[in-house]
């Protein structure tokens, strides 16, 4: 019984704006995730007609070193989906503080991602992002679907190195680079 009074007398999390219908577990869940930073990175990829699509992704990660596979996830709705769904191959972008305008650009309204100069076609007739920290070419092994996204497992097949550069993180719905390292 003392668990039910501790749960009454806990301090409410508000509920999503504009949302009364939104669990709380829900707010907690995208709150405590603002405050998760996050490496960006962006992938590209062709549409069947070949029209470039790409997102930015906050969600890359090793999978493995041998074979090389890397994952990101992404919502099925998204715009770049069909893309991702249909596709071989995509290319993988790792950005650095330099590219705060390129990972806002490819986050932006989608008939403007590949508006520019910013890009140019690459392995596979891919589009190759330029001046990022590395690029790396994938083959798609696996599309787990998982309620309304999907987690994408890419093989590496190659890449390339940009010139190094400081971190950029997503943070509190923000792209922001990491200040001097505190004092231990």
Not at 5 to 19: K, S
Not at 79 to 101: D, F, K, P
Not at 132 to 141: A, D, F
Request: net charge negative.
């Amino acid at each position: 019984m003392s668990d039910m009074n501790d749960i009454r007398d806990a301090p409410t999390v508000p509920r999503l704006e504009g949302d009364p219908n939104a669990p709380l577990d829900l707010a907690a869940f995208k709150q405590a995730f603002r405050r998760h930073a996050a490496g960006v990175a962006c992938v590209t990829a062709r549409q069947a007609d070949g029209t470039p699509v790409g997102f930015t992704a906050t969600s890359l990660a090793s999978l493995s070193s041998v074979p090389p596979l890397a994952t990101f996830n992404m919502a099925r709705t998204a715009s770049s989906w069909s893309a991702i769904a249909e596709t071989e191959r995509v290319i993988i972008h790792t950005l650095g503080a330099r590219n705060r305008s390129l990972a806002e650009r490819m986050s932006g309204p989608n008939a403007l991602r590949f508006i520019g100069e910013h890009w140019h076609e690459g392995p596979h007739g891919l589009p190759v992002l330029n001046d990022v920290t590395s690029w790396m070419v994938g083959h798609i092994v696996e599309r787990v679907t998982v309620h309304n996204g999907a987690v994408i497992v890419v093989q590496i097949e190659e890449g390339g190195l940009g010139y190094e550069d400081e971190a950029l993180l997503y943070h509190e719905r923000m792209y922001r680079v990491p200040g001097p390292e505190a004092a231990l």
